[in-house]
């Protein structure tokens, strides 16, 4: 009697790594080059599409950091108090235009440009008004609370440069040289299906041996998330000939296509062979990852084809491990891949050899304080209540065959992505 398995990896020769898949599709299929400005208030999360060079420097000049006082340091003494005798005052908007008179002080607030002259600024909390003098205790370092012009941003410098995807602080760096709007690439347009005789959109009535539609959803806020520009095209059924003209309609007009389910090699899996009957390739298939295995990159003319698995962890996984990376390098970013971070294992692990694993993990503080990955009791592909229920994913290289409980791994946090 032959020996069963329950390793849905097993079967079907060598399996690409993500990786070389990567490189075969973006080598096949370069970054979209259209540009557009973008306001402020409309570019986060979009791609940067040209360095940005300071017109300005930042602060445009020398001023207070603190509410206090502000001095010439030859003017203090070293051993016991100082005082002197207010010069006058100058607040953020309303500079002086004469230098500070050797041997006084000036009342200043917090931003307002120090005229020539000053070179430290006191706090108010630290020093005695007496009428028309400040008397100044000893111990201040020469330049405290004083910020240089140009300390934050120097004119000339580069601020940000291309292919970066663009963030809050981003934006607010841009506003303080003086800039209302940003180059950036044009949005990436993806047309998005499902498929399956079995899937039923959520709000309707399932027959027997029906389920509603969870991958679609996923994926379009993970689309949205990514600034794409979203097609929903719905559910399309087990047909190659509908498969193939759908996805040949929707080639024209998109920069993407996305799809899960019907990518394994069953009898009623006919994406691959859809967008090969569309004109098009399939230039990778089988990914050694997991979960995951069955997943298509290819292309329909001059559109990318991405075909994610059935199973709503795996087209999770897939989409942020696969599709993520390609999508941003697509859309013109220069940085596509996480941000990995080193935790300690709270479980032992063991896997085979030559392809790339994704544990879901809840993240505890050990007794030493470092974080501690703790693997979800349940890590079946299609259970989506796992990754809701956990912080992010541990990754286990393809290399690795165990790990045990002490052991540093890789933390991929589903927040940074």
């Not at 020996?3 to 075969?24: H, N, P, S, V, Y």
């Not at 040209?50 to 203090?76: E, K």
């Not at 309609?249 to 799809?259: F, V």
């Not at 698995?309 to 596509?336: H, I, Q, S, W, Y």
Request: aromatic letters at 4%; a negative charge.
């Amino acid at each position: 009697m032959a020996q069963l398995t329950d390793d849905c990896f097993a079967f079907g020769g060598k399996l690409m790594r993500i990786e070389d898949a990567l490189t075969e599709l973006e080598r096949r299929l370069p970054p979209i080059d259209e540009t557009e400005a973008a306001p402020l208030t409309d570019a986060e999360g979009r791609i940067l599409a040209a360095d940005i060079v300071a017109g300005r420097s930042v602060p445009p000049h020398d001023n207070s950091a603190v509410d206090g006082y502000a001095v010439r340091f030859a003017d203090l003494a070293a051993d016991g108090p100082t005082r002197l005798p207010l010069a006058g005052r100058v607040a953020a908007g309303h500079p002086l235009a004469d230098p500070l008179p050797a041997g006084s002080a000036l009342r200043a607030f917090t931003g307002a440009a120090l005229p020539s002259g000053v070179d430290t600024v006191l706090m108010q909390e630290d020093c005695e008004v007496d009428g028309d003098t400040v008397s100044i205790p000893p111990g201040i370092r020469k330049g405290a609370n004083y910020r240089l012009a140009g300390e934050d941003v120097a004119e000339g410098s580069t601020i940000l440069e291309r292919g970066r995807r663009l963030r809050p602080a981003d934006l607010g760096l841009a506003a303080s040289i003086g800039l209302a709007e940003l180059p950036v690439f044009r949005r990436l347009k993806v047309a998005l299906f499902s498929t399956g005789d079995e899937v039923r959109e959520p709000g309707t009535t399932t027959p027997e041996g029906a389920i509603y539609d969870a991958n679609r959803f996923t994926l379009h806020g993970l689309l949205r998330r990514l600034g794409c520009e979203i097609t929903d095209l719905g559910i399309l059924p087990d047909d190659a000939g509908r498969l193939r003209r759908a996805l040949g309609d929707a080639a024209s007009g998109h920069d993407l296509l996305m799809t899960s389910g019907g990518v394994s090699g069953g009898e009623e899996d006919h994406v691959k062979q859809a967008v090969e009957q569309a004109g098009g390739a399939v230039h990778a298939w089988r990914l050694a990852i997991k979960p995951g295995r069955p997943v298509a990159l290819g292309q329909i003319g001059s559109t990318a084809f991405i075909g994610l698995p059935g199973n709503p962890v795996a087209v999770l996984v897939t989409f942020l491990l696969v599709a993520r990376p390609l999508l941003l390098r697509r859309a013109g970013a220069e940085r596509t891949a996480p941000r990995l971070f080193p935790v300690t294992a709270a479980f032992g692990y063991r896997k085979k050899k030559d392809r790339r694993e994704y544990v879901r993990v809840t993240l505890e503080t050990g007794e030493d304080g470092r974080p501690r990955a703790v693997k979800h009791p349940r890590d079946g592909a299609g259970i989506l209540s796992s990754v809701v229920e956990s912080d992010g994913l541990v990754e286990l290289g393809e290399e690795v065959t165990e790990i045990r409980p002490g052991e540093t791994v890789s933390f991929l946090s589903f927040d940074g992505f």
